[in-house]
């Protein structure tokens, strides 16, 4: 069964903008984490966020997380064609690796 | 590029058949996981090895069997293949049991069930 829900499911935006995923989760985590998949293969792991945690940066993403209403959002800014793949949220109940995805959401950036 | 090798890259079974995947984890990796993803959906967990030791499963039939080796390579035997098995079949590998160790994703095997 997938814990997180990706919203919207799917999203495109023109080179430049700003995009911005929202996942819900039903259970408690440890942590969540986003990752990336291009073209249906392999997922990379984008960023990592503690359940004591709020918010986070890497580079051109930030993510926040909001434990009372169990979801998380992902901010990726200055969007560029490359970031064009499907984004996952994970969380993992129990602080182990065995990670519970979400449906995730389709982000399409157009030149 | 991750250092997670995955074979073969795509295959193709018809039901009632028995299928085999295998991994080779990253250097220094002990821990495999293994995940199915079916077309527009999000990865399930199938179950994760530690060390040789199955060390959790999902919610899959017994005939999802897999096996760590010494080098921690892994496989993923599936009998009595359905259409419904039909997926991408991705492992992960990672540096023990917690989370906050990065799990690394190979590209992936791609099978088809006719």
């Known amino acids: 069964s997938q814990q997180g829900e990706e919203d919207p499911q799917a999203l495109s935006i023109q080179e430049g903008e700003n995009a911005t995923m929202n996942c819900s989760y039903k259970t408690s985590i440890n942590n969540l984490q986003w990752y990336r998949q291009n073209s249906g293969r392999g997922l990379v792991h984008l960023i990592l966020i503690r359940s004591n945690e709020r918010e986070k940066h890497s580079g051109r993403l930030r993510v926040t997380l909001d434990t009372s209403k169990k979801s998380s959002s992902l901010l990726i800014t200055a969007s560029r064609a490359a970031d064009t793949a499907s984004y996952f949220c994970a969380t993992d109940a129990r602080g182990y690796s065995t990670l519970t995805f979400g449906k995730g959401t389709m982000l399409l950036v157009s030149p | 590029e991750t250092g997670v090798t995955q074979s073969p890259t795509h295959l193709i079974k018809t039901r009632g058949q028995q299928v085999t995947l295998r991994c080779s984890s990253q250097?220094?990796?002990?821990?495999v996981s293994w995940y199915q993803q079916a077309l527009g959906q999000g990865p399930q967990f199938i179950f994760q090895y530690y060390r040789e030791e199955e060390n959790g499963r999902g919610n899959f039939p017994p005939r999802f069997s897999g096996l760590q080796f010494p080098n921690y390579s892994s496989e993923l035997n599936v009998n009595a293949l359905e259409l419904d098995d039909s997926a991408l079949y991705l492992c992960?590998?990672?540096?023990?049991?917690?989370?906050?160790?990065?799990?690394?994703f190979g590209p992936g095997t791609r099978l088809t069930v006719l």
């Open positions: 992960a590998s990672s540096v023990g049991l917690l989370a906050d160790n990065e799990q690394f």
């Open positions: 250097s220094g990796h002990n821990t």
